[in-house]
């Protein structure tokens, strides 16, 4: 037997909010019982998370992208033995013998080199600024050039490496020097591609001193033209982001590459 709602508070007789949830496709629409109010559609995906997580806990868990998710996900460290595990069936498939002498040890050692050129999925822009933040009155160019850099290629799993400069236009806040070296690590050590490093570093910088402009050149070699592919072993990648007054004045981002050039 159904409950009946309340008419005053269209609540049922236990004192439970009654809904309504009509899926259409993937979209889905959720309607209090007195109709007074509508709240926007939502996917089925995104209803049944919600359905899921009422009243546990979860409500606000950034990790519940996908129902078959944890509270919380593993440490990195916890997923050394099965990624270890996926690199020696890698060794097996390739046709080589994973006991032997000189491999006993390689997928342990492959996992462990896996996460340490990807460490930059733990860190974010807070941790790494540790409050490196001062306010100086300020508002000439801060430029620090030929960062090194060395990340992953995501489509071959495979290196790339080069040099950042990054320049900013304080305005009344300036950055810790190596807070920008910093800020090139946390987003070179993760699977990447050029053109997405150079403007992340670019909107990172950004949100850190709020300055009047801010110009990320990278220059890049990637193993993927290198080792495979056509083998072209002296090109280079340049990519750029110019932001505010970069992108805006010519003659400021004139400045900004004449000094990032200069020997």
Do not use: W
């Amino acid at each position: 037997m159904k409950p009946q709602a309340n008419e005053q508070n269209g609540s049922t007789q236990n004192g439970d909010v009654a809904t309504v949830a009509s899926v259409a496709g993937d979209a889905a629409a959720i309607v209090p019982a007195d109709a007074s109010a509508v709240i926007p559609a939502k996917s089925s995906q995104q209803l049944k998370l919600e359905m899921l997580n009422i009243g546990n806990g979860h409500e606000k868990c950034t990790f519940h992208h996908d129902l078959e998710l944890d509270h919380k996900p593993p440490t990195r460290e916890a997923l050394l033995p099965d990624m270890a595990r996926s690199y020696r069936l890698l060794l097996g498939g390739l046709g080589e013998n994973p006991d032997r002498q000189g491999l006993i040890k390689t997928p342990e050692r492959a996992a462990k080199a896996m996460l340490y050129f990807t460490k930059g999925y733990d860190q974010n822009l807070e941790d790494v600024l540790n409050g490196a933040v001062f306010d100086e009155d300020h508002d000439e160019m801060v430029v620090v050039k030929d960062i090194e850099m060395f990340s992953m290629c995501e489509h071959h799993l495979v290196p790339f490496y080069g040099k950042v400069s990054i320049g900013y236009l304080p305005c009344n806040k300036i950055l810790g020097l190596s807070k920008l070296a910093r800020i090139v690590e946390i987003f070179s050590r993760r699977l990447q591609v050029q053109e997405r490093l150079t403007k992340q570093i670019a909107v990172a910088v950004t949100q850190a001193v709020q300055p009047a402009g801010v110009a990320v050149v990278v220059e890049g070699v990637h193993m993927c033209m290198v080792m495979r592919g056509v083998q072209k072993i002296n090109s280079k990648t340049v990519t750029s982001t110019m932001l505010g007054v970069f992108r805006d004045d010519p003659k400021t981002r004139e400045e900004f590459l004449n000094l990032v050039n200069s020997k």
